[in-house]
């Protein structure tokens, strides 16, 4: 009985040390900061339109708008970035 206590004793020790060293993440907190990252990715993508439309207006060039598009993409997309960072 004392050993199956000492070995559930060091296993929590265990998991106790990996949780202080970062090993492992609080589940709760990494889920927070995922969910900010997604709100903060629907909001730039939202914005777009408002935010290409000036830049747009009265162009011609379909190279230029494409690029103006995909720029305001990419910037939006940054945000997913994030979410990689959690997971390191």
């Known amino acids: ?3 199956k206590k000492d070995e559930w004793a060091a296993k929590l020790n265990e998991l106790h040390y ?3 060293t970062g090993e492992f993440k609080d589940r709760e ?3 927070k900061r995922a969910e900010n990252v997604l709100v903060a990715f629907r ?3 939202l914005a777009l339109p408002t935010k290409a439309a000036p830049a747009l207006v009265g ?3 379909e190279e230029k708008i494409k690029a103006i598009i ?3 993409i990419d910037e939006a997309l940054g945000e997913l970035e994030r979410l990689k960072e ?3």
């Open 29 to 31: 907190e990494t889920d």
């Open 59 to 61: 162009m011609n060039d």
């Open 1 to 3: 009985m004392q050993v």
């Open 18 to 20: 990996r949780v202080q």
């Open 70 to 72: 995909i720029n305001y």
């Open 43 to 45: 909001n730039k993508m």
């Open 86 to 88: 959690l997971s390191d």
